[in-house]
């Protein structure tokens, strides 16, 4: 009787196919059939197509109950089987969204927000959406017209800058096809970057970056087993069935009056939809791109996120989730935000690992290394110490922090990255006296901890030097370090005899997509020059020093022995002169968190992170 009924549903829909009538949005009810001969040609045409969704419906469903016991099995994209749970999963998520409970709703609202957040608040993430700038300068910069959403536009912008600059299609198969124990830092320039002509991504390259950054994003957060996508019920399907030129107007139809003011709000308007492997959440993302490119896209996207996780699982990274995680007074997004779009966890604090308080009591950091990474200006104000999983991500990519805004920072070539020996061995040190470090970056180490340091970095000092820096009973970096410099290499210290040491000269870019008058990028006009509104790209020259004491370095001439790096052919000793005087911008402070001694400049004015 259901074969029946199902072959006279396709029957209904094939006859009014033959109407040649434009497609309509479907309803998320289709009507009763009976009703068919007193509708309207209108109504009779959505009839249609949720008549022909219903049979395919029913047709996959059938398909996941009747998996084949004989013959050839069903074969997946990939080439894999397809069983009967899988058949059905993707069964599920031909379906429209579903609403999410009141409790889950009201549970996602006062975590984002709290009990008490002002209108103005609301409406800065209500008016953000994920769009690219049209200026053709910083045309690859997710432009940003509120305040507040900056946290999730940066960190997006991070993932797309690591699509577009090392990750288009054929360098992600000739990675994959590379032996595990070759590294893919190598892959660091494509033809666009050769020239640093960034107007020449297309636009259908950024937006498939954009895709790529997005689902990526999300699976991370649901610890790459699924990806939570939040839409509106207003949209509905119609995005996707309609043309392009179409889209804009059905989406601002939709949202005209729209707004979430509370908890009640969001319940009524959202629908949410669960994936479970990146193709179909990447499918349906490109689908609806123009959804999260209207004014509520950083909202819904960060919602996605924070459902992608999971809200019981959020809470539980916190260290104190009674906190909105939307900032007071200026709804800016917190730390929490920025770490979970960039790690997966919505942990609190930049350092790496977690901080033991004693007493059962601990502070939860970053655990694990990441694509991108994460710079602050509060570290060279000595109130947090950034770690190396953030400060050294597999990309040069950098979401950079400051007091009320997130900007990005990236290098065109990973070498930026690469240490030579003496670098890579104070990084050794470092972070084998962080680990010991249980002051929450305050660079003071017990006696126990620091005779750990020494035994995991095979460090042997001289029985008056070990006993002078443990009289006080606690060690301060700064004593160990000056230490460590004046301890030759044989010992494990950091003295070169040879000065072959070298500098290292390479270019940083700095994106602040907030749309700013730009002096550099100024029009003509009768009346004279007028400053042009749009996001800012700063190149830096950056400079870093060989010299590994703030004595040598400002020192007025630096005389290196023949053979070292900086002699000339003949052999003779050769004076270096001291490099140009550094510009100054808060942001280099943020570069010399990285890169220790960075001497930077640039032309025009200066960059900006706020």
């Known amino acids: 009787m259901a074969d029946q009924q199902e072959e006279e549903d396709l029957r209904m829909a094939l006859r009014m196919s033959m109407q040649n009538s434009p497609p309509e949005p479907k309803r998320s009810k289709p009507r009763e059939a009976a009703n068919l001969a007193t509708t309207t040609p209108e109504e009779s045409r959505r009839l249609q197509r949720e008549l022909m969704a219903a049979a395919a419906e029913k047709r996959m469903l059938a398909t996941a109950k009747s998996v084949p016991s004989s013959g050839s099995p069903l074969k997946s994209d990939s080439g894999g089987d397809i069983g009967t749970k899988e058949m059905e ?109 960034f107007a020449a991504f ?56 729209l707004s979430i003011e509370s908890a009640s709000d969001l319940h009524k308007v959202l629908r949410v939809e669960t994936y479970t492997t990146p193709a179909s959440a990447y499918k349906r993302l490109e689908a609806i791109i123009p959804v999260f490119q209207s004014r509520m896209g950083a909202l819904l996207f960060l919602i996605s996120a924070l459902l992608s996780r999971g809200l019981d699982c959020v809470q539980a990274d916190r260290d104190d989730p009674s906190l909105p995680l939307v900032t007071a007074p200026f709804g800016h997004a917190s730390q929490e935000i920025v770490n979970l779009l960039l790690c997966g966890q919505a942990v609190p604090n930049v350092f790496d690992g977690r901080m033991d308080l004693g007493g059962g009591m601990f502070l939860k950091g970053v655990s694990t290394n990441v694509e991108v990474g994460f710079l602050t200006l509060l570290e060279s104000l000595n109130f947090c110490k950034v770690g190396q999983n953030l400060k050294c991500p597999k990309w040069p990519i950098w979401v950079v922090g400051s007091e009320s805004h997130y900007t990005v920072l990236f290098a065109l070539d990973t070498a930026v990255q690469d240490e030579n ?159 140009e005087p550094s510009q100054h911008a808060p942001l280099v402070d943020c570069i010399r968190t990285r890169w220790p001694r960075a001497v930077c400049n640039w032309v025009g004015d200066p960059p900006s992170i706020v």
């Not at 992600?172 to 970057?193: G, I």
């Not at 939570?228 to 005209?256: K, P």
């Not at 006296?433 to 340091?453: L, P």
């Open 89 to 197: 999963i993707k069964a599920k998520e031909v379906k429209l969204g579903n609403e999410l409970s009141e409790k889950e709703a009201y549970q996602l609202f006062f975590m984002v927000f709290g009990s008490d957040v002002s209108k103005d608040i609301l409406a800065q993430w209500s008016n953000q959406g994920i769009r690219f700038s049209p200026d053709p300068e910083t045309s690859m910069i997710l432009v940003q017209h509120e305040g507040g959403p900056c946290g999730v536009l940066a960190a997006i912008q991070a993932f797309v800058l690591k699509h577009l600059l090392f990750c288009p299609d054929d360098l992600v198969k000739a990675a994959q096809s590379t032996p595990q124990n070759s590294t893919p830092r190598r892959l660091s320039k494509n033809q666009y970057v050769a020239s640093n002509n």
């Open 202 to 257: 297309t636009e259908n390259a950024k937006a498939r970056a954009l895709v790529k950054s997005m689902g990526e994003i999300l699976f991370l957060c649901g610890n790459n087993k699924r990806a939570v996508i939040a839409t509106l019920s207003s949209i509905g399907d119609g995005v996707e069935e309609s043309e392009d030129s179409l889209t804009d107007v059905i989406i601002a139809q939709a949202l005209e009056g």
């Open 421 to 579: 020996e003496l670098e890579e061995r104070e990084s050794q040190i470092r972070k084998a006296f962080d680990a010991q470090d249980q002051s929450g970056g305050g660079g003071f180490i017990s006696v126990e901890g620091f005779h750990q340091v020494l035994r995991e970095t095979n460090i042997r000092l001289p029985s008056e030097k070990l006993d002078s820096l443990c009289g006080s009973g606690f060690i301060v970096w700064s004593e160990f370090w000056q230490v460590i410099l004046d301890l030759d290499k044989s010992l494990g210290g950091l003295k070169d005899s040879t000065g072959q040491m070298g500098q290292k000269i390479f270019d940083l870019y700095h994106f602040n997509g907030i749309a700013k008058s730009d002096l550099n990028g100024s029009q003509f006009s009768s009346g004279g020059e007028t400053p042009m509104q749009r996001p800012r790209l700063t190149k830096l020259r950056v400079s870093v020093p060989p010299r590994w004491t703030p004595e040598e370095f400002m020192a007025d001439v630096a005389v290196l022995p023949s053979g070292s790096a900086g002699t000339q052919p003949s052999g003779k000793d050769t004076e270096v002169a001291k490099p």
